[in-house]
């Protein structure tokens, strides 16, 4: 079993640059999620999916885009990129309703927007 | 609004000792509480939950406390080891999804 797998695991843009980071799960989880963390803050929850076809914004979503066509996978889409995107991006998966499940974390992709 | 605060940003014991994490909240009241390692280069691993009815948890050498009036948990790492140096999370219930401390970075010296 892999769990949670992201790629790339490192990534350099430049301002105004597209990229999709990639995100696939092999758990058949229905709940997946994006998280951002910056130095010394918490993660913050940027979107998530209750399940194929089923995506809402989480707490801090613009300049995101996210799709869920099938179970396994939950791409994040940044379009315009910019300096304040840079930060790291943790995918995750559960079984089911967030809180009373644990969360299932790839181990990163770590981008910089110069 | 909703903030969460762990007691400080790193944490260095004696080998043997007790490890004890706080995690404060405020302007919530969540039904469930998690706590999450995270090691430098790598996603947080879940390693306990709790509930709001459950005063405490255990799990081998760790143990987690939840004190709704206080607004607090507590996370204990007994006789701890080097390999237990990480950083540790908390992570509440929020309106269906969850919000994640800071952290708190501990090293165990040998």
């Known amino acids: 079993n892999a769990g949670v797998t992201q790629t790339p695991k490192f990534r350099i843009l430049k301002i105004g640059q597209s990229m999709t980071l990639q995100c696939t799960q092999d758990?058949?989880?229905?709940?997946m999620y994006w998280y951002r963390q910056d130095p010394g803050m918490g993660l913050k929850l940027i979107y998530y999916s209750v399940g194929a076809g089923i995506t809402d914004k989480g707490e801090v979503p613009n300049g995101y885009n996210v799709s869920r066509s099938t179970t396994e996978d939950f791409p994040l889409r940044l379009e315009l990129a910019a300096p304040s995107q840079t930060s790291v991006y943790f995918c995750a998966s559960s079984y089911s309703s967030v809180s009373n499940q644990p969360q299932h974390f790839g181990d990163g992709t770590r981008l910089s927007i110069l | 609004s909703q903030k969460i605060e762990q007691n400080s940003e790193a944490l260095n014991i004696q080998e043997g000792k007790t490890a004890t994490l706080t995690c404060n909240y405020t302007?919530?009241?969540?039904?469930?509480l998690q706590w999450y390692r995270q090691d430098p280069g790598r996603g947080p691993v879940f390693l306990l939950l709790?509930?709001?009815?459950?005063k405490e948890k255990r799990k081998e050498r760790l143990k987690v406390t939840f004190d709704t009036t206080l607004k607090q948990s507590l996370f204990h790492i007994t006789a701890s080891q080097p390999a237990d140096s990480a950083t540790y999370l908390c992570?509440?219930?929020?309106?269906?999804?969850?919000?994640f401390g800071a952290g708190t970075r501990l090293t165990v010296k040998p």
């Open positions: 992570a509440l219930e929020w309106n269906n999804d969850m919000r």
């Open positions: 758990m058949n989880h229905n709940y």
């Open positions: 302007n919530y009241s969540p039904a469930y």
């Open positions: 709790i509930r709001e009815n459950e």
